[in-house]
């Protein structure tokens, strides 16, 4: 049975740092383009960031650049998302989820898996 299940969230005040993992299950991660989506209260999910099967290419959205890094390790089935410099703006319900594709991607259509989501919340 796929599975993937995100860690890594909770409150931190602006300008802090959390790392998220994406533990996955049931498929071969290497066959996969992983990204992560965030939706806040009253706001659609928008994409993140993601990156392609062999973790060579990535995509950001605007709102995270230069402040955010995804990477993966294929061999320990886990997807990562460093948030740096956080603002309140970035305060979600983040979830990772996987494409069965070889580019990063963040279109919602894409993606066959998801996880159930952890809670990120930047507030002082």
């Known amino acids: 049975q796929q599975q993937l299940v995100e860690s890594g969230g909770g409150l931190v005040q602006p300008g802090g740092s959390l790392t998220l993992s994406c533990a996955v299950s049931?498929?071969?991660?290497?066959?996969?383009?992983i990204a992560w989506f965030r939706q806040a209260p009253g706001n659609e999910r928008e994409g993140v960031s993601s990156?392609?099967?062999?973790?060579?290419?990535?995509k950001y959205a605007d709102s995270v650049k230069g402040r955010f890094t995804i990477s993966r390790d294929n061999a320990k089935n886990t997807v990562y998302l460093q948030m740096n410099s956080l603002k309140p703006e970035d305060t979600a319900v983040y979830y990772c989820a996987a494409a069965p594709f070889a580019v990063a991607t963040m279109r919602l259509l894409d993606f066959a898996f998801w996880g159930q989501g952890t809670q990120v919340t930047v507030s002082s």
């Open positions: 990156i392609s099967s062999s973790g060579t290419s990535t």
């Open positions: 049931g498929i071969t991660l290497a066959d996969y383009a």
